[in-house]
């Protein structure tokens, strides 16, 4: 019964996701009409507008994970949660009751704070969950975010404008009260010295009584994640972390801070480098723009066929992969798997190029290269490169990184989406691939001389291949 209950409090936290995704995917079926005569706001957009319409989404994302980054410690996980929730609230309010193109395009913003969910969700999450079920939980968000597009891709299609403001609006607002049912983290409880709620907390999802062994096990486990060096099998642990070399060893790390570390640390700056490097590449093999824009896109790549379908019949192929992705990783190997996937989506990109300017086969074809491009992303670039946060930095600042790393991909979000309808307009859309080829060509050539095959090997013998001169 504990894992089911914890299955079903993570869904509530990945409810969240749902809201993400559907903003994530709003631009796509909203775009064409806002930059019409017909538009129901009081103006057209202008191109620069309908740049900023795509993409202020990903800036609002980077300020709303730096605010949840401060507060994670300081008011909590479920609090950080629910402030992530309103903001969706607030946004899908101003567009639902306001015309004006300046308010629409703060809404955006504001709906990227909550984009923080991205990091909220996992650690929340990883958090509640037992260790034999934390792993497939935390792809729950995800699977979630992938709902999400599927909604906004559907109602967008098939539904009246205000109808679809509407349905948002009240997912957003459940999104508030479901959060609102949750407890605080028993990380953040322990961390704060409240141990008795901690155990409350974790007597809560596990759905068992407080002083359960289960719940006495988990307590156990929190207090030497806080304090390493409660170790040894037959030793008391309050006895060991009585031990005055301990107590100089739990001082000596508190004291080390990331910059610190960085400064001490060649490998896991190196890792840092091309952790970042490979992020910025993937995004920049353009994935995202074929999530952010796929109405428009396949109403002008294949205009016999309904728009509404093939985005959805794309956003249903994502998530299957997704789904994959993480047991092929572990199967094929993180390196060979990066390589082969960015030269296939590469092929994939000159071969949709060409199709777009040249037109040399049906159209039902340029779907399908489509299709393949969203497999093959998603299997390397749109997976590898997170997987690596949790392979090769250490447990002392990997909560950073990831926070970092997170940062950074909305960062490179935001620039390619900024950017792509001014290339579009300067060079076409057809040569506009051919530039996403040529960044898949360079993920794949980056990651064969400088990123290290990091499968089923521990942090240390990680961090040591990446401490050689390549």
């Known amino acids: 019964m504990g894992v089911g209950f914890q299955i079903m409090y993570s869904a509530l936290i990945c409810y969240l996701s749902i809201s993400m995704g559907i903003f994530f995917a709003w631009p796509s079926v909203t775009v064409q009409i806002f930059k019409s005569n017909s538009t129901p706001l009081h103006r057209p957009m202008s191109d620069a507008e309908i740049s900023l319409f795509g993409s202020l989404s990903s800036i609002g994302a980077v300020v709303g994970t730096i605010i949840a980054g401060a507060l994670f410690d300081v008011i ?47 650690l929340f999450v990883s958090e509640i969950c037992q260790e034999s079920i934390r792993g497939s939980m935390t792809t729950g968000s995800l699977l979630f975010c992938s709902l999400g597009i599927l909604l906004s891709y559907a109602l967008g299609g098939w539904t009246s404008y205000r109808t679809m403001l509407y349905t948002f609006l009240a997912i957003a607002i459940v ?17 704060k010295g409240r141990v008795e709620e901690a155990a409350r907390s974790i007597a809560f999802y596990r759905h ?14 929190l207090r030497r994640a806080f304090n390493p060096d409660l170790i040894g099998d037959n030793t008391n642990p309050e006895e060991v972390a009585l031990k005055p070399e301990n107590e100089e060893k739990q001082q000596v790390r508190e004291k080390i801070s990331f910059w610190k570390f960085m400064r001490k640390s060649y490998p896991t700056r190196r890792a840092l480098f091309v952790t970042l490097s490979l992020v910025a590449l993937g995004t920049f093999q353009g994935f995202t723009v074929l999530q952010v ?37 572990d199967l094929s190997g993180r390196r060979p798997l990066l390589i082969y996937s960015s030269i296939a989506a590469a092929v994939c990109c000159i071969a949709l190029g060409t199709q777009i300017q040249f037109h040399w086969a049906p159209h039902w074809v340029t779907a399908l290269f ?19 946060v949790t392979d090769v930095f250490l447990p002392e600042i990997k909560s950073f990184v990831s926070t ?8 490179t979000c935001f620039i390619l989406l900024f950017m792509f309808n001014p290339l579009v307009i300067w060079f076409g859309l057809g040569p506009v691939f051919y530039i996403f080829a040529g960044l898949c060509v360079a993920t ?7 990123l290290p095959e990091t499968k089923g090997l521990p942090v240390d013998v990680v961090q040591g291949l990446f401490s050689r001169k390549r």
Not at 175 to 191: A, Y
Not at 376 to 382: K, L
Not at 444 to 450: E, G, R, S
Request: aromatic residues 12%.
């Open 293 to 329: 824009y796929a109405k428009p896109l396949f109403d002008e790549a294949v205009p016999n066929m309904s728009s509404t379908v093939c985005s959805i019949i794309q956003a249903l192929i994502t998530l299957a992969v997704a789904l994959m992705s993480g047991t092929l990783s």
């Open 76 to 122: 909590g996980r479920k609090a950080c949660a629910v402030l992530a929730a309103m903001s969706y609230v607030i946004s899908w309010g101003l567009i639902a009751t306001v015309t004006q193109v300046e308010v629409i395009l703060l809404a955006v913003f504001i709906a990227g704070l909550g984009s923080s969910a991205m990091l909220i969700v996992r």
């Open 370 to 388: 489509m299709y393949l491009f969203s497999v093959c992303y998603t299997f390397g670039a749109g997976t590898i490169p997170y997987v690596l």
């Open 175 to 191: 999104g508030v009260f479901l959060t609102g049912i949750l407890r605080e983290s028993p990380t953040f409880l322990m961390k």
């Open 208 to 221: 068992a009584a407080i002083d359960s062994k289960e719940v006495l096990h988990e307590m156990d486990n």
């Open 404 to 411: 970092l790393v997170i940062e950074w991909s909305w960062a």
């Open 444 to 450: 794949a050539v980056f990651t064969f001389f400088l």
